[in-house]
């Protein structure tokens, strides 16, 4: 990360301040209560594509909203626009919030505006808030870590940054094979964001360290009333995925604490949110994986669900 350079010219005070805000994975009831009266507090707010409408509906009815919807492979508000509207409504005396699905500080470029803002001479505070990644699997009954199945979780993204990528301008890309490596040795749990139009390159790259069998879960739109999951083996992720159509937004867990999602299915009446094989909200049945993978790997065959 860059070090912020200072601002040339002090700013003067206008009154105005900026906070970035973590709306979370997108039920509002798992917003906290800091972000809460930070949204309700605020004057002007830049919203994010992936806040739903009933965190939005939180903010004050004077307030001004402004949506700078960003999510990768879709049209996106440029980065530099945003920071510029946020340098803006600040100097203008406004109380800004920048309101950003999951938590600003994981994969939400919530570094790069702290950096931006902060060489302009504005203090930034920032609000933590879920992240997908925790609450798609906890959706599922399962845990990221584990005592006897996984010592950590790595969060890593499956999208290549561009722009200035290396020393030769290339993309920066993930270093699947290493990953993986240390993932089998170190008991790690890997949670992807941004890995879904890469599926096939992750799968590929992963299996060079980890068994064919590690279970997989893909959840998309995680938390919201629309949530879907599969759940596969690793050799079958990239055919899962494009069989049942999962798109994005979406995280895909890598792990022995997948398997948990197994468990927490033979406990429905513990886990309300977690689908039986076949859904009381819905009556679909959907194979996932390969049968004789899937069931190696202790995990059910019929795991694909939209949440009622």
């Known amino acids: 990360m860059s070090r912020p350079t200072p601002p040339s010219t002090p700013l003067v005070d206008t009154g105005g301040s900026c906070t970035l805000v973590g709306a979370g994975p ?15 507090a605020a004057t002007v ?22 949506y700078v919807g960003k999510r990768g492979g879709c049209k996106s508000t440029p980065q530099a ?22 938590d600003p500080f994981i994969f939400g470029r919530g570094g790069e505006e702290v950096e931006h803002l902060r060489a302009a001479g504005i203090a930034v505070t920032v609000i933590n808030g879920i992240t997908a990644g925790l609450a798609g699997l906890t959706a599922l009954g399962a845990p990221l870590t584990h005592r006897e199945h996984a010592h950590g979780v790595v ?38 964001y941004m890995g879904v139009s890469s599926a ?8 060079t360290g980890l068994p064919a069998d590690t279970p997989v879960a893909i959840i998309e739109h995680a938390s919201w009333p629309q949530q879907r999951h ?7 992720l990239h055919a899962t995925i494009t ?8 995280v895909i867990v890598v792990g022995d604490v997948v398997r948990g999602v197994a468990l927490a299915a033979r406990a429905p009446e513990q886990h309300p949110r977690v689908a039986s094989d076949a859904s ?29």
């Open 200 to 207: 096939a390159t992750i799968e590929q790259e992963l299996l």
């Open 230 to 236: 599969a759940v596969t083996t690793l050799d079958a």
């Open 155 to 192: 969060f890593v993204t499956g999208h290549a940054q561009h722009g200035n990528g290396g020393a030769h301008g290339r993309p920066h890309q993930t270093h699947w094979q290493q990953l993986a490596a240390t993932a089998r040795d170190a008991k790690l749990t890997l949670v992807i």
């Open 81 to 102: 626009f945003i920071e510029k509207l946020m340098l803006i409504a600040v100097n203008e005396g406004e109380q800004v919030v920048r309101l950003k699905g999951g």
């Open 45 to 66: 707010l830049l919203v994010d594509d992936l806040v739903s409408d009933a965190i939005v509906a939180h903010a004050c009815p004077t307030a001004r909203i402004v």
């Open 243 to 250: 069989r049942e159509g999962l798109a994005s937004p979406s």
């Open 26 to 40: 997108g039920d509002p009831e798992l917003l906290t209560l800091k972000a809460l009266k930070a949204i309700q």
């Open 280 to 308: 009381p909200a819905t009556g679909h049945r959907h194979r996932l994986g390969q049968a004789g993978s899937a069931a190696s790997a202790g995990v059910p065959h019929t795991r694909f669900a939209r949440r009622g």
